[in-house]
């Protein structure tokens, strides 16, 4: 039986989170090159690049460079330039959104990034046929519409589990281009869905004053990674390239121990890398940065993920105020808080001074400390100090043989793979006094592994009866273990480089401005493809004005519970107003979505 090798792959800003990713048991990780990448502040040299590469593939990682804005026509050159850069540097794969790429016949696997706006079985299918080896699907599918996209699609699936959501259809928001020149498909998205907002009806009655109407709760489908494997999904992808080494470290831990089990009880899948991961923390992602948990729309479109309090991180419930009195409350529970613990009611926060039993001295006592109050722990202060001084490591089983003889003595080491290296030296080796102390003693030398990545699980010891200096075994022993890494290192994995079949035709023939043309090469890559209708992509617009600047599967209407389709009385014309800004709400009952329109 073939097992399916199932891949848990995780963020990365920099080599130090990398780094971070790699010891936590990720399969592979996703990086930003210098430029280009759809996280502007997340940028790394080829230099860099090629460090991690080194760390990664020394465990069977691979990495995977995010090269996914939109390009213009006078960038494509630097562009290029710089994918062969990556690809020189060892890159296993590259993620695209701007079909320009696709047209440098660069000798790399191709992946389709989320950016490409990836929810039906057609887009899934066209973008294998036009030699995408993974396509990335839009995170607010159902499972029932991604166990149909990877029964249309003979490229691998590679799927969200974690992290922020994204509330409109990525790649094809425009929110942050309608109130500024930063740009989401450029890789500066200010993040306005994270704002305040007002919800007014078209009579001008105010109906939600100042919430976070747009800000949708964090990722978590932990619990439902088996459903994912079942539909056909084999990547797991955790959110969070602008993220610290703690919470990579965090996260991650976690999903290896869940996969872990999963791959244990299934016995008809394996992990897509090598090495086991030895956490000295217990991983727990409700610690980390989160806007609280949701499954989003995984069971299909319903109510209950938005997070109109606050965009910040909530963390865990605690407890209710129980009271008040002055500058401290007491809560209703037994709660694990600490002084520097982290602690939140609402939109606003502080810290904690010190805890005696229930009752808990906080920095400042906010207006939102008051009786029945909520209260969250959004910083575990202990947990926080155990993820920054963990010297968690991550080991490759390799087992020994030491062979003496009378003129040569050899170390030998193979690791879990089958990979394997030596080093021998020629001497005068005689009789040892105590042939079983002197075999137990090269046994043990044998077996150290020191601060490399090797843990060695048996020694095997031939011709123990004769003497050998114990500081040779371990020059063999470094020398050795030193060449098994350079091997490990020197590997080089196989990428599915496919051909784009020139026959496929895109799902449609004609393209709006949100299907993203901003350049004579990719304009060129859909003519081919059948499109007959191509508008400039809406980045190259000066306003955005009357243009629809969001879709999304998230409706306000139905978080509320004013959905049009079940009766509400509330049926005016909905916008939302900051300031000067005014954007009109529409409603696709039909295809249960949401539309914003700018109408500034």
Do not use: W
């Not at 039986?1 to 848990?8: A, D, G, I, S």
């Not at 859909?526 to 980045?539: A, K, M, N, P, Q």
Request: aromatic share 6%; charged share 30%.
């Amino acid at each position: 039986m073939t097992l399916k090798r199932l891949e848990l792959l995780a963020p990365a800003r920099d080599y130090a989170a990398a780094a971070a990713a790699v010891d936590a048991g990720a399969d592979a990780v996703y990086i930003g090159g210098a430029r280009f990448g759809a996280r502007h502040a997340a940028g790394n040299t080829v230099g860099e690049i090629r460090r991690v590469v080194e760390y990664a593939h020394l465990y069977g990682v691979r990495v995977h460079a995010a090269l996914n804005t939109l390009l213009y026509d006078d960038e494509l050159e630097t562009a290029e330039r710089q994918a062969r850069e990556l690809i020189a540097a060892g890159v296993d794969a590259l993620i695209v959104q701007d079909m320009a790429l696709r047209r440098m016949n660069l000798p790399v696997e191709l992946h389709a990034s989320t950016q490409t706006a990836i929810r039906t079985p057609e887009m899934a299918r066209f973008l294998s046929q036009c030699g995408f080896a993974r396509v990335i699907l839009e995170r607010a599918l159902s499972i029932d519409e991604i166990r149909a996209v990877c029964r249309a699609t003979p490229a691998e699936v590679e799927c969200f589990v974690h992290g922020a959501i994204c509330v409109g259809y990525s790649g094809q928001c425009y929110l942050s281009r309608s109130m500024s020149s930063r740009s989401g498909n450029r890789g500066e998205c200010s993040q306005p869905c994270r704002l305040t907002y007002d919800l007014v009806g078209a009579s001008g009655r105010c109906i939600v004053r100042g919430k976070h109407l747009l800000s949708v709760r964090d990722l978590n489908l932990s619990q439902r990674l088996n459903d994912l494997v079942e539909a056909g999904v084999t990547s797991f992808k955790i959110e969070g390239r602008l993220k610290d080494a703690g919470y990579i470290r965090n996260v991650v831990a976690y999903y290896r121990q869940q996969l872990d089990r999963l791959i244990a009880v299934r016995g008809d899948c394996c992990r897509s890398s090598v090495g086991e991961s030895l956490p000295d923390f217990a991983p727990d992602p409700s610690k980390s940065f989160t806007r609280g948990e949701s499954e989003y729309f995984f069971d299909g479109r319903r109510a209950g993920v938005a997070s109109f309090d606050t965009p910040k991180s909530v963390g865990a419930f605690v407890g209710r105020i129980a009271r008040c009195e002055g500058g401290s409350f007491l809560l209703d529970r037994d709660a694990a808080l600490a002084a520097g613990d982290g602690i939140c009611a609402g939109n606003d926060g502080t810290n904690v001074n010190s805890v005696a039993g229930r009752r808990v001295t906080p920095n400042r006592m906010l207006d939102t400390f008051r009786q029945g109050a909520e209260i969250y722990r959004n910083s575990d202060n202990r947990f926080r100090q155990q993820l920054e001084h963990s010297r968690m490591r991550r080991v490759i089983a390799a087992d020994a043989r030491l062979e003496i003889t009378g003129e040569r003595v050899t170390l030998r080491y193979v690791d879990c793979e089958g990979l394997s290296a030596e080093a021998s030296r020629m001497g005068v080796f005689g009789a040892a006094r105590d042939p079983e102390r002197t075999t137990e003693a090269l046994r043990t030398q044998a077996a150290r592994s020191g601060d490399t990545p090797f843990a060695v699980r048996s020694v095997e010891v031939t011709g123990g009866e004769r003497f050998v200096p114990l500081s040779l075994v371990g020059e063999l022993r470094r020398e050795a273990l030193e060449t098994l890494r350079n091997r490990r290192i020197g590997r080089v994995f196989p990428h599915r480089i496919l051909p784009e079949d020139p026959e496929a035709r895109f799902p449609k023939r004609e393209l709006s401005g949100d299907g993203n043309v901003t350049n004579r090469a990719a304009e060129r890559f859909y003519r081919d493809h059948g499109v007959e209708r191509i508008e400039r992509g809406l980045d190259l617009s000066p306003t955005m004005s009357g243009r629809c600047v969001m879709r999304t599967a998230y409706c306000i209407r139905r978080e509320i519970g004013a959905c049009l389709r079940e009766g509400t009385p509330l049926r005016e014309e909905l916008y939302l107003v900051r300031g000067a800004r005014r954007y009109r709400l529409q409603f696709d009952c039909a295809r249960c979505e949401m539309k914003l329109i700018d109408e500034r």
